[in-house]
């Protein structure tokens, strides 16, 4: 970032404070909406002592999809469930997930430096001011000014705090909030054990101290041991209760302090033994534990906060660095979704700068949607956290308790309940904010940017300010027509009749023609408007509203709802839907009924991307597909702009 000058303030639009993962994040996802931050981080290179491994659970699996960066981490990691919690002898299970991986509650483990080091080589390098940190902070009338350690001066609209645990944005507009020590440190540790590599992921309670093994890429195993205890005291006497620590860097430990490290943890079986054991002491870091107090404010005027800046926690879950990725994401979409909304209210050409500089824009149309979509989520994992430690530290009665009532619940009620209570934590049914560009790239993820130019125009569209008589697309929101061929053979029978009459399908028509027409509506969702016109000229219509939940793709017909299960060909241009399930929605309820299976029809979609659009062939069937009795195909050959 060679251009910036200290004699001039220079203005950039959005300035993120902290290039960690949750800046980065953010950086990222801006870039996806075209948005050009500027991120400053006061560290030349990360520290990837801090968390030799890292857990990022299905939420933030499915933000880093949207970003492009799934498949690679996925290379680099283990995708597990959900670890289960033991006595610390280790002899016993107290209680465990079911082994069922679903998006939510999959968990991808992988070395912290290798989640840092993608995020910021995926960040264009010449928007990345590192080794300068942010000194004084100042909010002025319509503008925010900072100050490098260097005496550069910045000017942005919104300065985004992605500054960590001792936020120097946090200092500047709340600073009363102190971050507090939680009593207890984290020791970490990677060792190569093809063996624990492999075996499910656990985590120990014993009094005072919790030990826990995770996978990471064979044959690394990630291990922590949370203890109390200043160990360097327990080794001589009874061991004390450690007070407020005096730094709260991440240090890396002693061969002294790995000895007392391996006597503290002496009753939690041969294994944890082991593996602190094989670990290096130079390759071993401590990390005294603080957390934030829940915040109810998150911003003030053109600052807002995000990760931990405004909600620091222990990493008891291994929710931190998720909750930053989910933050971030979230508010690149507050951000991307605030600018449509103003385009279209005041029919202006899309004009980022200009909407930047309104301070009330700013402040009610951005910042306080990400903040009320955010909180609440973050609020509850914070509450949830120090819980964790609190009955996994039980001493002497109180631990026996704890484990004898665990053991006495039935194992199949205790799995639906951890189950349950897990889902809670990761959000129960988050999805990923739409990064606006439609269904197909939220659901394919950036793989949609190798298809066709046609196809992809045709779910990126500009809002247009044309009109068409013909066919019902609104175009004051993100929309577009399209055309192409269909041919629909059918069944002659009263069943088949009745759904194609309740569809407004065409009985069969052979090489008729079809027209498109899709509005995206704020939230994602897509409205799909479908003309046949049949060689007499004859037209049919059908309307169908699409939408991703939990990574499924819906359709909704009427009261008709189809969840499909979408997967993906090699080539990253084909690829399929199938039917899980249909479902009827009682009207003015949110209540779902699902259709028996011998009367719902299977459905089975192929998707194929060509040079200007994509080819389809749709199959209904029932017996599991043993009697075929509809098949809808054809060819969408153009996707217009001016139709
Ligand atoms: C032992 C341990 C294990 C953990 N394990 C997990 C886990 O498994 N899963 C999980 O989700 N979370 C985990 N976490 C939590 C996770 O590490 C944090 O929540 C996450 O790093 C927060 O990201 P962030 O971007 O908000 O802040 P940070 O990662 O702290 O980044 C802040 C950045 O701001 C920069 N900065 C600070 N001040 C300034 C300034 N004045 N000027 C310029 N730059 C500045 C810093 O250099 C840094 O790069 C763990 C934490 C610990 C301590």
Same mark, same amino acid.
């Given at each position: 970032?060679?251009?910036?000058?200290?004699?001039?303030?220079?203005?950039?639009?959005?300035?993120?404070?902290?290039?960690?993962?949750?800046?980065?994040?953010?950086?990222?996802?801006?870039?996806?909406?075209?948005?050009?931050?500027?991120?400053?981080?006061?560290?030349?290179?990360?520290?990837?002592?801090?968390?030799?491994?890292?857990?990022?659970?299905?939420?933030?699996?499915?933000?880093?999809?949207?970003?492009?960066?799934?498949?690679?981490?996925?290379?680099?990691?283990?995708?597990?469930?959900?670890?289960?919690?033991?006595?610390?002898?280790?002899?016993?299970?107290?209680?465990?997930?079911?082994?069922?991986?679903?998006?939510?509650?999959?968990?991808?483990?992988?070395?912290?430096?290798?989640?840092?080091?993608?995020?910021?080589?995926?960040?264009?390098?010449?928007?990345?001011?590192?080794?300068?940190?942010?000194?004084?902070?100042?909010?002025?009338?319509? $503008?925010?000014?900072?100050?490098? %350690?260097?005496?550069?001066?910045?000017?942005?609209?919104?300065?985004?705090?992605?500054?960590?645990?001792?936020?120097?944005?946090?200092?500047?507009?709340?600073?009363?909030?102190?971050?507090?020590?939680?009593?207890?440190?984290?020791?970490?540790?990677?060792?190569?054990?093809?063996?624990?590599?492999?075996?499910?992921?656990?985590?120990?309670?014993?009094?005072?101290?919790?030990?826990?093994?995770?996978?990471?890429?064979?044959?690394?195993?990630?291990?922590?041991?949370?203890?109390?205890?200043?160990?360097?005291?327990?080794?001589?006497?009874?061991?004390?209760?450690?007070?407020?620590?005096?730094?709260?860097?991440?240090?890396?430990?002693?061969?002294?302090?790995?000895?007392?490290?391996?006597?503290?943890?002496?009753?939690?079986? &041969?294994? #944890?033994?082991?593996?602190?054991?094989?670990?290096?002491?130079?390759?071993?870091?401590?990390?005294?534990?603080?957390?934030?107090?829940?915040?109810?404010?998150?911003?003030?005027?053109?600052?807002?906060? $995000?990760?931990?800046?405004?909600?620091?926690?222990?990493?008891?879950?291994?929710?931190?660095?998720?909750? #930053?990725?989910?933050?971030? $994401?979230?508010?690149?979409?507050? +951000?991307?979704?605030?600018?449509?909304?103003?385009?279209?209210?005041?029919? $202006?050409?899309?004009?980022?700068?200009?909407?930047?500089?309104?301070?009330?824009?700013?402040? %009610?149309? +951005?910042?306080?949607?990400?903040?009320?979509?955010?909180?609440?989520?973050?609020?509850?994992?914070?509450?949830?956290?120090?819980?964790?430690?609190?009955?996994?530290?039980?001493?002497?009665?109180?631990?026996?308790?704890?484990?004898?009532?665990?053991?006495?619940?039935?194992?199949?009620? &205790?799995?639906?309940?951890?189950? &349950?209570?897990?889902?809670?934590?990761?959000?129960?049914?988050?999805?990923?904010?739409?990064?606006?560009?439609?269904?197909?790239?939220?659901?394919?993820?950036?793989?949609?940017?190798?298809?066709?130019?046609?196809?992809?125009?045709?779910?990126?569209?500009?809002?247009?300010?044309?009109?068409?008589?013909?066919?019902?697309?609104?175009?004051?929101?993100?929309?577009?027509?399209?055309?192409?061929?269909?041919?629909?053979?059918?069944?002659?029978?009263?069943?088949?009749?009745?759904?194609?009459?309740?569809?407004?399908?065409?009985?069969?028509?052979?090489?008729?023609?079809?027209?498109?027409?899709?509005?995206?509506?704020?939230?994602?969702?897509?409205?799909?408007?479908?003309?046949? +016109?049949?060689?007499?000229?004859?037209?049919?219509?059908?309307?169908?509203?699409?939408?991703?939940?939990?990574?499924?793709?819906?359709?909704?017909?009427?009261?008709?709802? +189809?969840?499909?299960?979408?997967?993906?060909?090699?080539? %990253?241009?084909?690829?399929?839907?199938?039917?899980?399930?249909?479902?009827?929605?009682?009207?003015?309820?949110?209540?779902?009924?699902?259709?028996?299976?011998?009367?719902?029809?299977?459905?089975?979609?192929?998707?194929?991307?060509?040079?200007?659009?994509?080819?389809?062939?749709?199959?209904?069937?029932?017996?599991?597909?043993?009697?075929?009795?509809?098949?809808?195909?054809?060819?969408?050959?153009?996707?217009?702009?001016?139709?």
């Amino acid at each position: 970032m060679s251009q910036i000058t200290k004699q001039v303030a220079q203005y950039f639009p959005i300035i993120v404070c902290g290039g960690g993962i949750g800046g980065l994040t953010f950086g990222l996802s801006c870039t996806k909406y075209g948005f050009k931050p500027l991120i400053i981080d006061q560290a030349k290179e990360f520290d990837s002592k801090v968390g030799q491994g890292i857990g990022l659970w299905g939420p933030a699996q499915m933000a880093l999809k949207q970003l492009g960066l799934e498949k690679k981490l996925d290379e680099d990691g283990r995708v597990m469930f959900c670890a289960g919690y033991r006595s610390k002898q280790l002899d016993d299970w107290l209680v465990r997930p079911s082994n069922r991986i679903d998006r939510l509650t999959s968990c991808l483990c992988l070395r912290r430096g290798t989640l840092q080091k993608t995020l910021r080589e995926s960040f264009p390098s010449d928007q990345l001011l590192l080794g300068k940190r942010v000194e004084q902070i100042e909010q002025l009338d319509n $503008l925010v000014r900072i100050t490098l %350690n260097d005496g550069t001066i910045l000017e942005t609209s919104l300065l985004v705090g992605a500054d960590g645990l001792h936020s120097k944005v946090r200092q500047s507009i709340f600073p009363e909030i102190q971050p507090r020590y939680a009593g207890y440190s984290y020791y970490q540790g990677v060792s190569n054990n093809s063996e624990l590599s492999n075996s499910a992921a656990f985590e120990a309670w014993g009094a005072y101290r919790r030990f826990g093994i995770v996978g990471l890429k064979d044959p690394q195993c990630y291990w922590f041991a949370v203890g109390e205890h200043n160990i360097s005291f327990f080794s001589q006497s009874d061991g004390l209760i450690e007070d407020e620590p005096k730094s709260s860097k991440t240090e890396v430990i002693s061969e002294q302090e790995k000895e007392e490290l391996l006597y503290y943890f002496k009753d939690f079986g &041969k294994l #944890a033994n082991q593996v602190i054991n094989s670990t290096k002491s130079e390759e071993i870091v401590k990390t005294p534990i603080y957390e934030l107090p829940k915040m109810k404010e998150w911003s003030q005027g053109r600052i807002v906060l $995000l990760g931990d800046a405004c909600h620091a926690m222990a990493p008891n879950l291994a929710q931190g660095a998720c909750l #930053a990725i989910e933050d971030a $994401l979230q508010l690149s979409s507050s +951000i991307y979704q605030a600018l449509l909304k103003e385009s279209r209210n005041r029919n $202006l050409q899309y004009s980022f700068e200009q909407c930047m500089k309104e301070t009330d824009f700013v402040k %009610n149309n +951005i910042i306080s949607n990400y903040v009320q979509k955010r909180r609440l989520r973050a609020h509850i994992v914070q509450t949830l956290v120090p819980m964790v430690h609190q009955i996994g530290r039980l001493d002497g009665r109180a631990e026996q308790f704890r484990n004898a009532f665990f053991k006495a619940w039935s194992g199949k009620f &205790k799995t639906f309940i951890f189950d &349950k209570t897990h889902q809670f934590c990761l959000g129960w049914s988050y999805t990923a904010p739409n990064l606006g560009q439609g269904l197909y790239t939220r659901i394919i993820g950036p793989n949609f940017y190798n298809y066709p130019k046609g196809l992809v125009d045709f779910h990126i569209n500009k809002p247009k300010q044309l009109d068409s008589k013909q066919i019902s697309v609104d175009f004051n929101k993100q929309s577009c027509v399209a055309e192409g061929n269909c041919t629909i053979y059918s069944d002659n029978n009263y069943f088949v009749n009745a759904v194609e009459k309740l569809l407004q399908l065409p009985q069969n028509m052979n090489n008729g023609k079809v027209i498109l027409g899709v509005t995206c509506n704020e939230d994602g969702s897509e409205l799909w408007y479908r003309q046949f +016109i049949n060689s007499c000229g004859q037209v049919n219509t059908f309307d169908s509203l699409q939408y991703v939940k939990e990574e499924k793709l819906y359709e909704e017909i009427f009261n008709f709802v +189809i969840v499909m299960r979408l997967e993906e060909k090699g080539d %990253n241009r084909t690829f399929y839907h199938q039917s899980e399930g249909i479902y009827f929605k009682i009207p003015f309820t949110n209540l779902k009924i699902k259709i028996p299976q011998f009367l719902a029809p299977k459905i089975k979609a192929e998707t194929i991307g060509t040079e200007n659009g994509w080819k389809y062939n749709v199959e209904l069937s029932y017996l599991n597909g043993k009697y075929n009795v509809l098949t809808y195909k054809g060819e969408i050959t153009k996707v217009q702009n001016n139709y």
